[in-house]
Nanobody
Framework: QVQLEESGGGLVQAGGSLRLSCAASGRALSNYVVGWFRQAPGKEREFVAYIIESGASTFSADSVKGRFTISRDNAKNTVYLQMNSLKPEDTAVYYC????????????????WGQGTQVFVSS
């Protein structure tokens, strides 16, 4: 199985940028669809973006479209989430997750999860 570890979270002012990383170990991440999800205090975990195994196709939630970009470097076994024009409502714990074969925006469809990284956007 694959193990995932997120990094890159922190405190940023509204309008700022952060880049999150999701590093994999155990197996090649190139075999997996990878998604980013987030969970704000008191809310359910929600889909942010996913990227297919080759990186040729991505999909993002409407709430982040045009601001967040998901990408991957399979040689480094890492997936990234570039977050620009951050808003206070982007404050959440961000998780990366992996699954085989099919894309999905559903939390329950992903088999492997990291521990999460906290992003806090101040107004």
């Amino acid at each position: 199985q694959v193990q995932l570890e997120e990094s890159g979270g922190g405190l940023v002012q509204a309008g700022g940028s952060l880049r999150l990383s999701c590093a994999a170990s155990g197996r090649a991440l190139s075999n997996y669809v990878v998604g980013w999800f987030r969970q704000a205090p008191g809310k359910e975990r929600e889909f942010v973006a996913y990227i297919i195994e080759s990186g040729a196709s991505t999909f993002s939630a409407d709430s982040v479209k045009g601001r967040f970009t998901i990408s991957r470097d399979n040689a480094k076994n890492t997936v990234y989430l570039q977050m620009n024009s951050l808003k206070p409502e982007d404050t959440a714990v961000y998780y990366c997750a992996a699954r085989r074969m099919f894309t999905s925006i559903q939390v329950n469809d992903y088999e492997y999860w990291g521990q999460g990284t906290q992003v806090f956007v101040s107004s």
